[in-house]
């Protein structure tokens, strides 16, 4: 029912920002949590950040915390993941993914969405 296209992935220094965008199609973007993982080569899939349908729950995971701002545009259907300070630990392909009325308790588990994008490699040299 919903569409995620991610982009703004891409090769930066350590130290340097990123900032990634998920845009949505399809339904009414402002019916779906939605939140950001990641997975590095060889490891598993990594929760990163999210936010509720309505934005009143915003979380981060412990690694970025600080570094990393999650912000929600439902006027233009866009979840934005602004990344300062990247380190070479943040290299991974990051996914934007949405669930349709995950409960705040859920938000961070992978298996409460629906909808997954494509994903886009974000790579922080030394």
């Known amino acids: 029912q919903v569409q995620l296209v991610e982009s703004g992935g891409g090769l930066v220094q350590a130290g340097g920002s990123l900032i990634l965008s998920c845009a949505a199609s399809?339904?009414?973007?402002?019916?779906?949590?939605v939140a950001w993982f990641r997975q590095a080569p060889g490891k598993e899939r990594e929760y990163v950040s999210g936010?509720?349908?309505?934005?009143?729950?915003?979380y981060y995971s412990d690694s970025v915390r600080g570094r990393f701002t999650l912000s929600r545009d439902n006027a233009k259907s866009t979840v934005n993941l602004r990344m300062n300070t990247l380190k070479p630990e943040d290299t991974a392909v990051y996914y934007c993914?949405?669930?349709?009325?995950?409960?705040?308790?859920?938000?961070?588990?992978?298996?409460?969405?629906?909808?997954w994008g494509q994903g886009t490699q974000v790579t922080v040299s030394s």
């Open positions: 399809g339904r009414t973007f402002s019916n779906y949590a």
């Open positions: 993914a949405a669930g349709r009325g995950v409960i705040t308790s859920n938000l961070r588990n992978s298996a409460a969405y629906d909808y």
């Open positions: 936010t509720s349908r309505t934005g009143g729950y915003i």
